[in-house]
């Protein structure tokens, strides 16, 4: 089982619609935990922090369960620049006390005009 | 501006022919980490290292080596490239082992082809 899980996608959602990724850790290690949005070709890049209570950036909005490890990301109404794949990136931390960081595979996201 | 700046961005070359990729940060980061990303694969770790003089393996570093001599520098060589290496890497920095909450912050990627 990989350690890190996400919804293979891809989503292809029309404008204005609200959209849901899903991602499951299995390390009860984790420590912390991410989104980051990578665009075709490019470098991964942080979209936010996923923290116990919730957090929002606008149209976006993280969730994270740690009784059952599982990390949510929702974009409301979405735009035809959200189009992209979503990573699910953990930090796990490690037996010598120090930690590592896991990727997700990534969610790929296409919004239609 | 705080970036982590990879060379080259393009680069072709043939069968064995050594090649460095170079990476630098100025963000005074301790930990350094490459990655080479491939179509269905995801992101998998080559090498890191979490401070100066200090680097170990990571999931896939067959055929690679890197060196941290400096704290802003951390090259990744390729002694004798082969097809299979061709690839999208990216070069990865973030601030210490006792930073849990500290993200990735990734170079703009290093797109090799190995003919």
């Known amino acids: 089982r990989k350690e890190v899980e996400q919804d293979p996608g891809p989503f292809n959602v029309p404008e204005g619609a609200t959209v849901a990724f899903n991602c499951t850790y299995s390390?009860?290690?984790?420590?912390?935990f991410f989104w980051y949005r990578q665009d075709c070709r490019k470098e991964p890049k942080l979209l936010m922090s996923?923290?116990?209570s919730g957090n929002e950036d606008g149209r976006f909005t993280a969730q994270l369960n740690r009784a059952s490890q599982y990390i949510s990301l929702l974009i409301r109404d979405s735009k035809l620049s959200d189009s992209a794949t979503y990573l699910c990136v953990v930090n796990i931390e490690g037996n010598t006390g120090g930690f590592k960081t896991i990727f997700g595979a990534g969610t790929r996201l296409f919004v239609k005009a | 501006e705080a970036q982590v700046t990879q060379n080259p961005r393009y680069l072709i070359t043939v069968t064995g022919k050594k090649l460095t990729v170079t990476c630098s940060q100025n963000?005074?980061?301790?930990?350094m980490s490459w990655y080479r990303q491939d179509p269905g694969l995801g992101l998998r770790q080559i090498y890191y290292s979490m401070n100066v003089e200090v680097t170990d393996k990571g999931d896939v570093p067959e055929g690679y080596k890197v060196s941290r001599k400096e704290k802003r520098n951390f090259p990744l060589i390729l002694e004798s490239p082969s097809p299979n290496q061709t690839s999208l890497y990216f070069c990865?920095?973030?601030?210490?082992?006792?930073?849990?909450?500290?993200?990735?912050?990734f170079g703009n990627g290093t797109r090799l082809t190995v003919t």
């Open positions: 963000m005074n980061h301790e930990y």
């Open positions: 996923v923290y116990s």
């Open positions: 990865a920095s973030r601030p210490g082992q006792g930073n849990y909450n500290s993200p990735l912050h």
């Open positions: 390390n009860s290690a984790s420590q912390s």
